[in-house]
């Protein structure tokens, strides 16, 4: 997985002092490393009958929207308030100061479907235990939760797995 690791740039103290942001831009512009990284979040779920895939806006997206193609599934974006055109569901989540409020479409997914959620990147998992929470008010199964990078530090993943949600991750930073 090294070459995963190494393809992830750290940039100290963005956006704010303290922070490691932790840059995949530099792994998506690498085809090796992210054709790596696809094939790995994917693995376990080759054959399987996952019908969607969920993508966080807007790292997840890219990644989303990779492995929906990997898969042969259909790709869902959960977007920030306000930028989807059709008749939405929505919910507010906790941010370090203040709330934010993340939405679906709400014909995006069917009950039952079964349906992975993507990002780039699990810190607190605030982010993600909102979208895992707006794709089970929809009647979703989401059968896991991916990520890239997982800051265990932060106890993000087993916030999630807390919630019955399998979480699979590639490459751990200590710290946040
Ligand atoms: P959280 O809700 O705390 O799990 O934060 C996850 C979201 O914030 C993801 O969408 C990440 O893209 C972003 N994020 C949080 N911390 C970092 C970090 N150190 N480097 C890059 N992105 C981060």
Do not use: W
Not at 162 to 168: D, H, K, Q, Y
């Amino acid at each position: 997985m090294n070459d995963l690791r190494s393809a992830i740039r750290t940039i100290s103290d963005y956006p704010k002092p303290g922070i490691e942001f932790r840059d995949i831009s530099t792994l998506l512009g690498n085809p090796r490393a992210f054709r790596r990284a696809v094939d790995e979040l994917v693995q376990p779920y080759a054959g399987s009958r996952i019908e969607k895939v969920a993508g966080i806006e807007a790292r997840g997206f890219i990644l989303g929207g990779a492995i929906a193609h990997q898969l042969s599934c259909g790709f869902v974006p959960i977007r920030k308030k306000g930028k989807l055109p059709h008749q939405t569901v929505s919910i507010s989540y906790a941010l370090e100061y203040g709330t934010d409020e993340m939405e679906m479409h709400v014909d995006a997914v069917t009950r039952g479907e079964e349906v992975i959620l993507v990002d780039d990147l699990i810190a607190t998992g605030g982010t993600a235990t909102a979208a895992v929470q707006l794709l089970q008010k929809l009647g979703a199964e989401v059968v896991a939760a991916c990520f890239v990078i997982d800051l265990p530090d932060l106890g993000g993943a087993r916030k999630i797995e807390a919630l019955g949600v399998p979480v699979r991750t590639l490459v751990g930073f200590p710290g946040h």
